[in-house]
């Protein structure tokens, strides 16, 4: 063997840079499914499901395509259990002169390849808009950087809703204030989920995975997740043709039953490099229905969000895993595991992430996050749960999403407040309210809602952070408007609540 081409289960495109000059005759593809990385936290039996079973598909793909693999099964008697070990094994075993690999997605994988006793030769990853040395360079030019920042630089970078004078397309950078919108009443049918079909392939890997990791969280049977670039490509389709034109007007409505609404459930294959974000906002691009306000909304995630999010991982890494701002330290609460809960948001969430390893942004930041920010979770604990749970959860993407977005754990790095709403926005955006035993309008009492309780609460405890941020002024003059034996009794309370979750 000339060349090893180690394939992480995050790297699973057959164009990557790992392929530059790939000869079929000489090198071989190293795929390895090992227990350790399933393992090193406890995981979503749908997102193992979702790597195997991707990870199968693209072997599958590289050998119609001509060129070798060597596929190492997590049952293969041999298989020693470790990322180290594995390509230690294979080195032995090809000799190749040379190992290359695409940058992992994950500090700690990262760190394992480069200990490695013959490391492999590392390539910049080109699935990215923004390289990590372009990201270094907006930084030095753009000190005081927001997302916003790094999204008009990068629209002006791609040319992505330009137009020939150089100006945004529709000449504002974004349409927010049209899409806050709830459901509500009048709203129309949701698309029914996209579910890809069950091969030999996927029947197989849920199968091994209902056998092996039966102790896992999560259910399998939903078990119809895009896995191949074939059915990747059906789900853009079926994305842009039925949901992307009400994208942006519901991109925050919450509805209780409803995990899906009008999102893409694009991020694994995205995440996986099973599709690539250029073709993605392309092929949304292309659609002929979908309103500017969608289109933007869209293309603002995944060109501005994701690739923003990404050049902070890779920038403030290892570092930035430990940070924890508003010093929080309790642990997840258990009902994150189980649904069991008298809050009637969390527990549709939780439900959702439970079936489908899934919950939208909104859920994610605005009722899952929201909580365990406002009774002080430890940053990297959300995140560890995280990282368990969701089938599109890569370390690069989770970590700053997690402690950095929705627990403001790093003091203000990603989003320039903390998260934090009442149970009066959950109410707004939702209907999950009406048939909650608590009331969203109430911080004390009984029937008060848990998250108006803890809201006030935080804002209280957080005072001398907050109060001089001028995007919190509003919040804090509504705190200042409350009585002093209320607040107090409202800390008592969200100190009761924090203990003792209902
Ligand atoms: P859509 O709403 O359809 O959005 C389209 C695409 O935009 C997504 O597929 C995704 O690729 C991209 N995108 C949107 N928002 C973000 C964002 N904030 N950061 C990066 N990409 C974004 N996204 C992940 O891919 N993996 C994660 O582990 C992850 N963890 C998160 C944790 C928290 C606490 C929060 C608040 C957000 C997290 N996100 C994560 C971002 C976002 O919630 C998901 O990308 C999105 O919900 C995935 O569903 P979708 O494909 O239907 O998204
Ligand atoms: C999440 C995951 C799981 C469950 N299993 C594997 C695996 O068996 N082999 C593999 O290559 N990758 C797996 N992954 C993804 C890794 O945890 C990690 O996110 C990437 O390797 C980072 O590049
Ligand atoms: Fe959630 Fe509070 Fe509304 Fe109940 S009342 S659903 S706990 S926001």
């Not at 000339?2 to 000059?21: E, H, K, Y």
């Not at 000799?95 to 013959?118: F, H, N, S, Y």
């Not at 250029?278 to 060109?303: D, H, M, Y």
């Not at 907050?466 to 408007?481: A, C, H, P």
Request: hydrophobic share 40%; proline share 6%; with cysteine.
């Amino acid at each position: 063997t000339r060349n090893l081409v180690i394939v992480l289960g995050d790297q699973l495109d057959g164009n990557s840079a790992a392929f530059d000059g790939f000869d079929p005759e000489v090198d071989v593809i190293l795929q390895m499914e090992v227990l350790e990385e399933a393992a090193y936290i406890t995981q979503h039996k749908l997102r193992i499901a979702y790597f195997f079973a991707s990870m199968r598909h693209f072997r599958q793909d590289m050998t119609a395509r001509g060129r070798r693999v060597h596929y190492v099964a997590i049952d293969h008697p041999e298989n020693s259990g470790s990322f180290e070990t594995e390509i230690g094994r294979a080195q032995r075993l090809l000799k190749p002169e040379r190992t290359i690999a695409i940058e992992p997605g994950d500090w700690r994988v990262a760190e394992k390849l480069r200990r490695l006793p013959q490391p492999p030769e590392i390539r910049s990853d080109r699935h990215f808009f923004c390289s990590r040395d372009e990201f270094a360079a907006f930084t030095r030019d753009h000190p005081r950087h927001i997302l916003e920042t790094f999204y008009r630089f990068m629209r002006k970078k791609t040319g992505l809703l330009m137009d020939k004078a150089g100006k945004p397309v529709g000449s504002a950078w974004n349409y927010d204030d049209q899409n806050r919108k709830p459901l509500g009443k009048d709203a129309p049918t949701i698309p029914p989920k996209r579910a890809s079909k069950m091969d030999p392939i996927s029947a197989e890997v849920r199968d091994l995975v209902s056998r092996r990791f039966a102790s896992s969280p999560g259910r399998l049977e939903n078990i119809d997740l895009p896995v191949s670039r074939a059915q990747a490509l059906e789900h853009l389709e079926d994305f842009v043709s039925r949901r992307l034109p009400l994208f942006g007007t519901y991109q925050d409505a919450m509805q209780n039953g409803e995990p899906f609404l009008y999102h893409s459930r694009l991020s694994g294959p995205l995440n996986l490099h099973i599709l690539s974000p250029t073709e993605v906002i392309k092929a949304a691009l292309r659609s002929e229905e979908a309103p500017l306000n969608a289109l933007e909304g869209f293309v603002r995630q995944i060109l501005g969000w994701r690739e923003y999010v990404r050049g902070i991982y890779w920038q403030r890494m290892p570092h930035y895993a430990e940070e924890n701002a508003l010093d929080a330290h309790l642990r997840m609460p258990g009902f994150y595991w189980t649904a069991e809960t008298d809050m009637r948001c969390l527990a549709d969430a939780i439900t959702h992430t439970i079936d489908h390893a899934y919950a939208h942004h909104i859920e994610r930041l605005m009722v899952l996050g929201l909580f365990a920010m406002l009774i002080g979770v430890a940053p990297y604990e959300v995140h560890r749960w995280h990282m368990s749970m969701f089938w599109d959860a890569i370390d690069w993407v989770s970590l700053p999403n997690t402690l950095g977005m929705s627990q403001y754990g790093d003091g203000g790095v990603i989003a320039t407040k903390p998260y934090a709403a009442s149970g009066a926005y959950i109410n707004r955006m939702s209907n999950h309210c009406k048939g909650c035993r608590f009331d969203p309008k109430k911080s004390i009492g009984e029937d008060a809602c848990p998250f108006t309780t803890l809201y006030w609460s935080f804002l209280a405890k957080h005072r001398q952070r907050f109060s001089s941020n001028g995007r919190m002024r509003n919040q804090y003059t509504n705190l200042d408007r409350k009585d002093p034996d209320e607040i107090r009794a409202i800390r008592r309370r969200a100190d009761a609540l924090a203990l003792e979750p209902p």
